[in-house]
């Protein structure tokens, strides 16, 4: 953060070595909320590669006492933040340079360097977090040895953690103590911590596979440690996994994870010391639910899997953070997958996952902020810790695990890191292991072509088109791809799009793939490599027009446009072999349905047509009817093909945006799919609401989504027949139910429907919850998301704001009001009168003061706002404008409403 000047952009083209090497620091704190002393002793030597330079050290918000090199004062001088020294020693040898500084971590609300949560300290470096702790060569390929020693109050900070291993403790005068810290391996800044602070542990012992023996530890407040049984067997599944699936090993002898409520994003994968949002440690089936525990599993995982991907190799620059990012998000997916066991369990996860991407990345991908998986600039890095680099970069990792297969993969892990094992590299040299231990693979042959999913923003698109020749019996299938331009990128040149496929007879039956040219039939399922502009396929010894099912698994991260009929859709939705595409073709059949409701809707008069209650064709109900009632599909897959579209899914699709068509469309389609289907929801609710003692399992799991899922829809059924029987089984689930799953679905229900028993719901969940802050986030999250009726949502907004228990300092508190509210209300949020957007622009501007990184987050809910229809296009120009006005503006704000005002 930056207030004064203009900030600067930073281009990977400038990348350069640094002048200096900083081989090994030597940190002691005297630890104080008020005042902290840090003594910073480094062991400093020229990089004798590139020419010679002064040192400038990189520093922010600290009080500098003394600089001492080889233990005499050194004349000095300050350029902005950075500390310069012009008059080291000549010469290669290495020399001692001693930093003196403090700061105050009471008054530290960024979250950034070292900071106070609940009279804890904590620490967050990455990405430039450490310069805020001391003066240093904040960049990740300078990689130091660290030893520290924590000095603090002991009755106030009885627990004094670092990184590696705990070498010395011991008591000091004045009711102080001590702890000294080592860490074995070299490392960048941005992966030191430390935690003092009164906190209890689960300790487990492990004993690896190589025989090696560990301590583990999950630290907590006190009284939460019932709840880190879930992150602790996630820790030791992780563990297990990376050793089994790629060799790798733990090379700690002790791994710990600390607990804070206090934190900026999920979780940090600081070397041996994890630090971790609440959110993705603490977990019981009372105060939990089934997402909870799966993104617990999920969250430890990336962050253990962190340790090898990001550690022991890390980044040379913040340009190549989807080498670190981008490969840990694929390998806790592929974790996740391994663990969810049954096929039809991994496409559950795999369908999760890609909805993800497609409603937050694929915007991301169409709007101002638009940047390749490895960035050629930014303002400021923590505006990129971005769905791209994390999401699209899993994609891309994912795609080259297709062309090379799964055991050619790992052997390219083994290279990657037979080769850069305690280096800071970049995304070339990953690819570039990738393909070297698989020569023959379509990856290497295609390496230069393939890495422009690296260089080229956006999202690309393939047209499919296919045609039926009875004469020859054969079938060709046209592909072409294209990518339009994104911000500073014009020109786009073809990518390499694997594309998993296969075609299904007149009876939904796979057919045996036969390219023209090949001697035989082979099997119903290929992938196929399109990298032309166009390309055409010709399949032979096929008696009847098929039907297609293209990109299978969702096989590369694009755009597919095919003309469907929907007799052709209702096919692969009941009979598609890939679970992907059968729940992708009830999407696309629920889409056109929307679409065309939307597009029916704008007169040139401006007032939007009636829209009818019977928008669903009997065919589509007819489909889901067959879901919902099916012998054999899971419950989790029922409840993923059964809900429609999200409404910025939808708004995506269309050029000009109007959120409250939309909204009222999508409401329209829910009441009649609730209508319509009542008995089978009634029959789903019976067959699956009891999951008997709970386990955050997939299979029951899934039973659960659904059971609410068909509570959800009786009441907007009741709430359509004026019916009391199913919000008044709706209120008693939710006081008997045994977890929280069960309980806050059918809270859920209540309040989505608008049924006046939703408000006694709410006032008895916060009475029994209101000591739980992540509870407590639910029910504000909850409240801020529901369903505009009347206009009311900006003042269910505003009065969550004014509640006690609000705070805008608790990142996670502020999320639950704010974020749902601008991000996950769209018809409450964009308001015809722009108040909505006036809401927002208040609140970025109040939280830029407090916390910059949360600010620019917020900042980026009008991402879109070019495409949105009058009135709401001005109204929310006009919001970003005031932000934008304003002069004391961290560079993490300003970077995000520059570059939205310039689309
Ligand atoms: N490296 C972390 C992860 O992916 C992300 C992270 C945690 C982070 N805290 C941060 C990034 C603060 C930027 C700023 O697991
Ligand atoms: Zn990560």
Redesign the pocket.
């Known amino acids: 953060m930056m207030r004064e000047g203009q900030a600067t952009a930073i281009h990977r083209a400038d990348y350069a070595a640094p002048a200096y090497w900083i081989d090994t620091v030597d940190l002691t704190f005297d630890l104080d909320p008020a005042k902290t002393r840090v003594l910073n002793k480094m062991r400093v030597r020229r990089n004798s590669g590139v020419p010679a330079a002064p040192l400038r050290l990189h520093g922010d918000e600290l009080n500098l006492a003394r600089v001492l090199v080889n233990g005499a004062g050194t004349s000095f001088k300050m350029e902005g933040s950075c500390l310069v020294l012009e008059n080291l020693p000549e010469g290669d040898a290495p020399f001692d340079l001693e930093i003196f500084t403090t700061c105050c971590p009471a008054k530290n609300t960024q979250l950034?360097g070292l900071y106070v949560s609940q009279g804890t300290f904590f620490t967050?470096c990455?990405?430039e977090g450490f310069r805020r702790i001391t003066y240093f060569l904040d960049r990740p390929d300078v990689m130091a040895s660290y030893t520290v020693l924590l000095r603090a109050d002991k009755a106030q900070y009885p627990v004094l953690l670092s990184n590696g291993n705990l070498i010395e403790q011991g008591e000091l005068e004045d009711g102080r103590h001590f702890a000294r810290w080592n860490d074995p391996h070299k490392k960048p800044c941005y992966l030191f911590a430390l935690v003092a602070g009164k906190l209890v542990a689960r300790e487990q012992r492990i004993r690896a596979r190589s025989g090696t023996d560990h301590l583990l530890q999950i630290y907590v407040r006190p009284g939460d440690l019932e709840k880190t049984e879930h992150a602790m067997n996630s820790l030791m599944a992780s563990i297990a996994w990376d050793e089994a699936r790629f060799g790798l090993p733990l090379d700690l002898e002790r791994f710990m994870i600390v607990a804070t409520s206090d934190f900026?994003?999920?979780?940090?994968?600081n070397k041996g010391l994890n630090i971790f949002n609440t959110k993705y440690v603490l977990a019981s089936q009372a105060t939990a639910t089934d997402v909870d525990f799966a993104n617990i599993e999920s969250v430890v995982g990336?962050?253990y899997f962190?340790n090898w991907t990001g550690n022991r190799v890390t980044c040379r620059d913040w340009f190549q953070l989807s080498l670190k990012?981008g490969l840990?998000v694929f390998r806790d997916q592929e974790f996740s997958l391994d663990l969810a066991g049954s096929p039809s369990a991994r496409a559950v996860k795999r369908i999760e996952d890609v909805r993800v991407l497609r409603t937050v990345q694929f915007p991301e991908d169409a709007g101002p902020m638009a940047h390749p998986v490895r960035p050629d600039s930014y303002v400021e890095i923590?505006n990129f810790?971005t769905v791209t680099i994390y999401e699209k970069g899993a994609e891309v990792v994912r795609m080259q695990h297709t062309l090379v297969g799964r055991e050619g993969f790992a052997k390219g892990m083994k290279l990657y890191f037979e080769r850069h094992d305690g280096q800071a590299v970049t995304c070339d040299d990953f690819a570039q292991a990738i393909a070297d231990a698989n020569p023959e693979s379509d990856l290497a042959r295609l390496l230069p072509q393939f890495k422009r999913w690296y260089s080229q923003a956006g999202t690309p698109r393939v047209r499919a088109v296919g045609a039926y020749d009875a004469a020859t019996r054969s079938y060709r299938l046209t592909l072409s791809q294209s990518l339009a331009p994104t911000p500073g990128q014009a020109e786009k040149l073809p990518m390499v799009i694997p594309v998993a496929l296969g075609l299904l007879d007149a009876n939904g039956q796979p057919i045996a793939l036969q390219l023209e040219g090949e001697a035989a039939p082979g099997a119903a399922d290929r992938t196929v490599v399109l990298t032309e502009p166009s390309h055409s396929y010709t399949f032979v010894n096929i008696d009847s027009a098929p039907v297609p099912s293209l990109l299978r698994g969702f096989s590369a991260p694009v755009h597919l446009d095919i003309d469907y009929t929907d007799d052709e859709l209702l096919a692969l939705l009941a009979h598609d072999t890939d679970a992907f595409n059968r729940w992708e073709a009830g999407q696309r059949l629920a889409l056109r349905i929307a679409i065309n409701a939307i597009a029916a809707g704008a007169g040139d008069t401006g007032a939007a047509a009636p829209i009818a209650p019977d928008l669903l064709p009997e065919s589509f109900i007819a489909a889901m009817r067959d879901v919902l009632r099916h012998p054999t599909l899971d419950a989790a897959f029922k409840e993923l093909v059964l809900a429609l579209p999200s409404e910025g899914y939808i708004a995506e699709q269309l050029d000009v945006v109007d959120p409250q068509r939309i909204h009222a469309v999508r409401e329209a389609l829910r009441t009649q799919l609730a209508t319509a289907l009542r008995p089978e929801w009634e029959a789903a609710w019976e067959q699956h609401h009891d999951t008997g003692a709970y386990r955050p399992d997939a299979l029951s799991s899934g039973r659960r989504a659904l059971a609410g899922m068909a509570l959800s829809m009786l009441c907007v059924a009741a709430r359509e027949s004026g019916d009391t029987v199913w919000p008044g089984r709706a209120y008693q689930r939710f006081k008997d139910a045994g977890n929280m799953t069960d309980r806050f679905n059918a809270l859920s229900a209540l309040v989505v429907s608008g049924q006046p028993l939703a408000e006694q719901a709410l006032a008895r969940f916060h009475a029994m919850f209101k000591d739980d802050a992540l509870v407590l986030d639910k029910w504000f999250a909850l409240q801020a998301g529901a369903p505009d009726r009347g206009g009311q949502a900006l003042a269910t907004a505003k009065a969550l704001l004014a509640h006690p228990d609000f705070s805008l300092k608790n990142p996670n508190r502020a999320r639950s009001v704010i974020f749902s509210y601008c991000n996950a209300n769209p018809g409450g949020f964009h308001r015809a009168d722009g108040a909505g957007y006036a809401f927002w622009a208040d609140r970025v501007l109040e939280l830029d003061a407090i916390n910059p990184?949360v600010a620019a987050r917020l900042a980026r809910s009008l991402d879109r706002w070019s495409k949105l229809a009058e009135p709401y296009r001005s109204a929310a120009r006009q919001a970003i404008e005031r932000v934008a006005a304003r002069p004391a503006l961290s560079n993490d704000v300003r970077e995000v409403v520059t570059r939205a005002l310039a689309d």
């Open positions: 950034s967050q990455e990405a900026n994003m999920g979780a940090m994968e990336h962050e962190h990012e840990t923590n810790y990184q």
